[in-house]
């Protein structure tokens, strides 16, 4: 370790690793980089901390996907021209390509996803189309390996050897403090502590003065569903991106992080178990697993979203020993999920570790409320099955992750979602003054006929209203009432599905009206 360099970097993930690319073609020499974690080859997936903190930072086992799109990602379009921004993000992507990313590309814009954006805007939903470059977990590793073996050549790598705080004179830096004492002076400083780093970051800004702003913290759910469920989708978008703003409390709520045939593992961040998405590029498994986040930005006087995230997912830990997985249709009705019905659930979690619990007690209400719109208007974008299981817990850094549901809209119920024939609404509404013009008819003939006007209503009318209320049960609409049958076995979406319940559900409004059993109603 020199006296004194030039630039130091703190941290070695994705925005340090570029930074220190971008200094060695300026020609900028005398470097170091001082990372908290382990160098790449020693680095194990199991391992808590070895997960998120290292040469790569938490996207060295992550499930590698390149988002080719300046739409998503964060917020620099509010600091960089667009045009400057879309330049930058060529760069990278040309940079990973040399190192040894693949050349195939998801998501191509194509007629299939102009119609995609087009359907979503009429479910009250905004679809973003993107390209995506996907590495596969099994990838990145290599990947990484062959940028820490060109940087090696040009500058100083210090592993594990974490960083205490950011030296400063009067307004100018001066270098940096390690936690073992020794001081490291440099003309600059750069910082990229990542998700590991946040709270580090946020002290540093605090103590120095520095004027910030708190970022959105993002809470919600990590979904698992049957791959052939969502495989429509994936196929065309792969990474689909869908952004909705709960009409109850106006919150920005999108999908994250879709995993194609992956699954779903846990990270431990400060003694916090929280939960992720993994996709292979060779290695299947059955499932498709997403997030679901809803934004929430808070005001003065509280200025600690990274706490709060932090406090819902040691709720989560507390309650589950860990991580929690519910079943939709438990949480629809307003029950825990018990490894019985988990064990009957027709998708399997890939997390097998996780406890069998209730999302009620760990999650607020707006937020639960804003994600089951959210898969509302998801609805006509794919398939939800209400045994589909959710899975609790903390999405990286500040967003818990975890939720599911399904309700139905007055559309649904009177209009069956406005996909139905104008003909056929005729009908239906012909088929209702009929009935009623029935029974004022048998009222009458039996008040002037006595039992034999039963027989005048039998031979005519009424078996005429019976075959088109019968040929239109078939298609599921009635006006003021629904069959009680499951959406896979043609039922209205937000049909009770309980076991010998009655009442309202507290978390969906539903009116619970009969019996049934517990797989389908």
Avoid at 453 to 465: D, N
């Amino acid at each position: 370790m020199r006296d004194r360099y030039q630039v130091v970097i703190v941290g070695a993930g994705p925005s340090a690793i570029f930074a220190a690319l971008t200094l060695m073609k300026g020609n900028v020499k005398n470097i170091a980089i001082f990372e908290k974690g382990k160098d790449i080859h020693n680095r194990k997936r199991g391992r808590a901390m070895d997960l998120l903190c290292g040469w790569g930072g938490a996207g060295a086992f992550s499930d590698g996907k390149l988002t080719l799109s300046t739409k998503v990602g964060g917020f620099l379009s509010d600091f960089i021209p667009q045009t400057e921004l879309t330049t930058l993000l060529k760069k990278a992507d040309e940079t990973y390509l040399s190192f040894g990313a693949p050349k195939e590309i998801h998501g191509k814009s194509s007629d299939k996803t102009e119609a995609l954006y087009h359907e979503a805007k009429l479910a009250g939903l905004e679809f973003i189309p993107m390209e995506i470059r996907h590495l596969g977990t099994e990838n990145c590793v290599s990947l990484l390996t062959n940028i820490r073996t060109t940087v090696d050549k040009k500058m100083e790598v210090f592993f594990e050897t974490p960083v205490k705080e950011i030296l400063v004179d009067g307004t100018k830096t001066k270098g940096i403090l390690l936690e073992n004492g020794i001081e490291v002076n440099a003309e600059y400083v750069i910082c990229g502590p990542g998700r590991v780093g946040a709270g580090w970051i946020k002290n540093e800004v605090q103590r120095l003065g520095i004027p910030s702003i708190s970022s959105p913290v993002d809470i919600g759910v990590r979904v698992e569903a049957p791959a052939s469920v969502l495989q429509t989708l994936t196929d065309l978008a792969y990474e689909a991106k869908f952004i909705y703003y709960s009409k109850t409390f106006d919150e920005k709520v999108r999908t994250f992080c879709m995993n194609p045939f992956g699954e779903v593992v846990t990270e431990t961040i400060e003694e916090i178990v929280t939960v992720n998405g993994h996709s292979y590029a060779e290695k299947k498994t059955e499932n498709t697993n997403f997030a679901i986040l809803v934004s929430s930005t808070f005001t003065e006087p509280f200025n600690d979203p990274i706490g709060y995230g932090k406090y819902i997912a040691r709720l989560a830990n507390l309650l589950g020993n860990g991580v929690i997985v519910q079943r939709l249709g438990d949480f629809l009705d307003g029950r825990r999920s018990t490894p019985d019905r988990i064990t009957r659930c027709m998708t399997q979690p890939t997390l097998p570790s996780a406890t069998p619990g209730d999302l009620s007690f760990v999650l607020p209400y707006r937020h639960l409320k804003s994600i089951v719109e959210m898969l509302e208007a998801l609805k006509p974008m794919m398939t939800v099955e209400s045994r589909t299981p959710w899975i609790l817990s903390t999405h990286a850094p500040l967003q818990p992750a975890p939720s599911l549901a399904e309700a139905a809209s007055l559309e649904d119920y009177f209009l069956g979602g406005r996909k139905i024939p104008w003909w056929a609404l005729g009908i239906s509404g012909m088929a209702s003054f009929l009935d009623i013009t029935g029974t004022v008819l048998i009222v009458s003939f039996l008040y002037i006929l006595g039992p034999r006007g039963l027989f005048i209503e039998f031979r005519g009318g009424a078996v005429l209203v019976l075959a088109i209320y019968l040929l239109w049960c078939n298609n599921h609409t009635y006006q003021g009432f629904q069959y009680r049958r499951a959406p896979d076995q043609g039922g209205l979406p937000g049909t009770d599905h309980s076991p010998q319940r009655r009442g309202r559900n507290p978390h969906t409004g539903h009116q619970h009206l009969g019996q049934g059993r517990d797989d389908q109603t």
